[in-house]
């Protein structure tokens, strides 16, 4: 069966071609994911949560913190993501619900904020902004 890691390259598919067009870009961006899932599933609430859901709320949240000069309209990005994943069977409502147990996991994890693991994959704040406190991940 395919694993979240595989769902996590489909869905980064589907994100506009200006990422794409970017290799380093978009290895940065699915390092970031599949390093979000594979957080996620060393707990067990995740563990019967389907691949393809956990993938797409980990992308959904590797989204957040993106500066705004690459990806200028970040809302209409998730907007667009989960409507595709719609089309695919998946409840977008339920993804949402994934992202946020996600986030309060990686929260508890990293207790002081999420900058530590945009510094991680992106040390010198070419991709993540870098703020003490982000807004958007806490």
Not at 22 to 45: C, G, H, K, M, T
Not at 46 to 55: D, G, L, W, Y
Not at 78 to 100: A, C, D
Not at 101 to 126: A, V, W, Y
Request: glycine share 2%.
């Amino acid at each position: 069966p395919l694993s979240p890691q595989d769902f996590s390259i489909l869905y980064i598919l589907q994100l506009p071609e200006e990422i794409k067009a970017i290799p380093d870009l978009l290895r940065l961006f699915l390092e970031f994911s599949n390093y979000i899932v594979e957080v996620a599933l060393q707990y067990n609430e995740f563990k019967h949560i389907k691949a393809s859901e956990i993938a797409c709320a980990a992308t959904l949240l590797s989204l957040q913190g993106i500066k705004s000069s690459i990806i200028p309209s970040q809302g209409q990005v998730r907007y667009t993501l989960l409507k595709n994943v719609e089309s695919l069977n998946i409840s977008s409502v339920k993804i949402v619900s994934i992202e946020s147990l996600m986030m309060t996991k990686l929260r508890r994890q990293f207790s002081d904020n999420l900058e530590e693991i945009h510094r991680n994959f992106d040390p010198c704040g070419i991709v993540y902004e870098t703020f003490s406190d982000p807004p958007s991940l806490l």
